[in-house]
């Protein structure tokens, strides 16, 4: 599958489409059974280095993916049933915010030693825990689906009859700000695009789905997460985010990319100048 947007646009890299399917792709990077890691570093060799990823409810990573990812809530059993007390805590001061901070720490004491200083001062996402446990039992939007795969796979590889649940750009603040006014073309009103401060595997996956669910669907501005970044290093320029859109709104922007803002006499002047500064 082909994208007129990303070819018009100029992206470094090819759009990551998002599948959900019955089918396990052979090949395919994949997490150790209940490994706990970040999913992103996966969804980086997707968009840089052209591979395919695939996820299961077995290898989801870690409690925040499995919801972005779409299997379900997985905060409420995180860590062995430590669940949303403990998430919440760590979600804001670590185990300065924690009711029972010997307690807290005697979890953090089973992570693997390389994440332990993280979870002892938290992430810091909240300003406190009643925030945190709102965010994870009531805002985070939910998806359970019935398939038993999520794959990321480049665009390009997605074959006839395959549709994609979420297209996902991976582009600079330059290519970002053409698929905004691309998406404010043919979307009504003034909010086009939805930028949750959350992880960034939830602004690729359960965020997107939820607007997948609308009528009219916005997409979602991405990869502000300070932990996904920290690790993804820099596999993925650091200037760059995520634009994920649900596949219903990836085809009305393909359909106004064929003779939009792109072909406009603004955008040629801004890209022919970007290119000349980057040479120069």
């Not at 997985?74 to 307690?103: I, L, Q």
């Not at 993280?118 to 985070?140: P, S, V």
């Not at 595997?201 to 965020?207: D, E, K, L, N, T």
């Not at 009219?216 to 650091?238: C, W």
Request: proline residues 6%; hydrophobic residues 40%.
């Amino acid at each position: 599958m082909k994208s007129v947007t990303a070819e018009k646009l100029g992206l470094t890299y090819e759009p990551v489409a998002i599948l959900w399917s019955n089918t396990k792709p052979e090949g395919a990077l994949q997490i150790k059974p209940h490994g706990q890691t970040c999913i992103m570093p996966f969804f980086a060799q997707v968009a840089t280095k052209g591979k395919t990823a695939v996820f299961d409810r077995e290898s989801y990573g870690c409690p925040g993916a499995r919801a972005g990812l779409g299997f379900g809530n997985g905060y409420y059993d995180a860590f062995g049933g430590a669940g949303v007390d403990f998430m919440s805590a760590f979600f804001v001061k670590g185990a300065k915010s924690s009711m029972d901070p010997a307690a807290y720490c005697a979890i953090v004491n089973h992570i693997p030693e390389r994440e332990r200083e993280k979870f002892i001062h938290g992430e810091r996402l909240h300003k406190d825990t009643g925030k945190a446990k709102r965010f994870m039992t009531a805002d985070l939007p939910i998806t359970d689906i019935t398939e038993k795969y999520v794959i990321f796979t480049p665009l390009g590889k997605v074959m006839s009859g395959e549709l994609p649940v979420v297209v996902v750009f991976v582009a600079d603040p330059l290519q970002i700000t053409g698929l905004v006014t691309l998406v404010g073309a043919v979307r009504e009103g003034t909010d086009p695009v939805r930028v949750p401060p959350m992880a960034a595997c939830q602004q690729i996956g359960a965020f997107v789905y939820d607007e997948a669910k609308k009528e009219h669907p916005r997409a979602v501005l991405g990869y502000t997460d300070l932990a996904a970044r920290a690790n993804v290093g820099k596999i993925i320029p650091e200037h760059m985010f995520t634009f994920a859109v649900p596949f219903s709104l990836f085809l009305e922007m393909e359909e106004e990319a064929k003779d939009g803002v792109f072909d406009g006499p603004i955008w040629k002047g801004l890209v022919t100048d970007h290119k000349q500064g980057v040479l120069s």
